[in-house]
């Protein structure tokens, strides 16, 4: 069984860490390129919701560390949390009912979005909510094996670098958001990677079609605009991220030549 309290808390920060998601369309310097990730089979299309990176990580016994994309910031029965981008405010109920797995340690990865106390989450907050509401999608979660936990932390850093993190597919995911009743970042249906547009323009269109406001609003008052979709297997074996914004100033610096 593993005890959160025993652990070296850099190996369970390098080990629990969120992958970077590679762009559709490779990018260079802030500009796509043609060249596209490569999909086969059926692809699962999600809202990429404009939040900040939030993750819960439970052991059997049920404790529980809550950590932004980089750092630790507070455990079960911690007398002081520390309060960046209203993570802990925002998922410690969360966090004491979620599932916790029979062995190793279960990591659910969260979008923390909207206004808190203390002001914008992101920057992209009032699209999302015209007061101070804040929010929490569920996007991916992945099950790490004990004895991970014991290696070096160079060793850990490199086995999640090189994949070694193994994350739920699709089924799982959904399973597990209905069983903790927390909403999932919005679905948009799927199709077969023969069907995934692979120019620029034509990227650029689908994303508008198939996404043209967000589906992840907390209120009425938010500008409603979207940052983009993920595309993923149903496997997770392959997963990439297009972005409205990307497109837009990738063909207006095209102008400008």
């Known amino acids: 069984m593993t005890d959160l309290r025993t652990l ?20 260079d310097r802030g500009r796509l390129l043609e060249k596209t990730v490569a999909f086969s089979g059926e692809v699962y299309l999600t809202e990429k919701v404009d939040g900040t990176n939030a993750r819960i990580i439970v052991a059997p016994n049920g404790d529980y560390v809550l950590g932004n994309r980089e750092h630790l910031l507070h455990a079960r029965g911690d007398f002081i949390a520390n309060p960046a981008e209203g993570i802990v405010d925002a998922l410690r109920g969360l966090a004491g009912r979620i599932t916790a797995p029979e062995a190793g340690l279960r990591v ?68 597990a958001a209905e069983q903790n009743a927390v909403a999932l970042t919005p679905r948009l249906g799927s199709l077969p990677s023969s069907e995934l547009p692979t120019g620029l323009k034509e990227m650029q269109d689908f994303l508008a079609e198939r996404l043209p406001a967000t589906r992840a609003a907390l209120d009425d008052g938010g500008t409603g605009r979207p940052e983009g ?5 149903a496997d997770r074996s392959v997963i990439a991220k297009a972005r409205f914004e990307d497109y837009a100033r990738t063909f207006k610096s095209r102008t400008k030549r």
Do not use: C
């Open 8 to 27: 070296d808390l850099k190996a369970l920060n390098s080990a629990t860490k969120y992958p970077q998601i590679d762009t559709y369309h490779e990018i």
């Open 108 to 175: 659910y990865y969260l979008e923390v979005y909207g206004m808190h106390s203390g002001g914008k989450i992101t920057r992209a907050s009032a699209e999302y909510t015209g007061s101070q509401a804040v929010g929490y999608r569920l996007f991916d979660a992945v099950s790490i094996a004990p004895d991970v936990l014991t290696r070096p932390v160079e060793a850990i850093s490199a086995w999640r670098k090189n994949g070694g993190q193994r994350f739920h597919t699709e089924q799982e995911l959904s399973a």
């Open 229 to 233: 979709i993920v595309l993923r297997t």
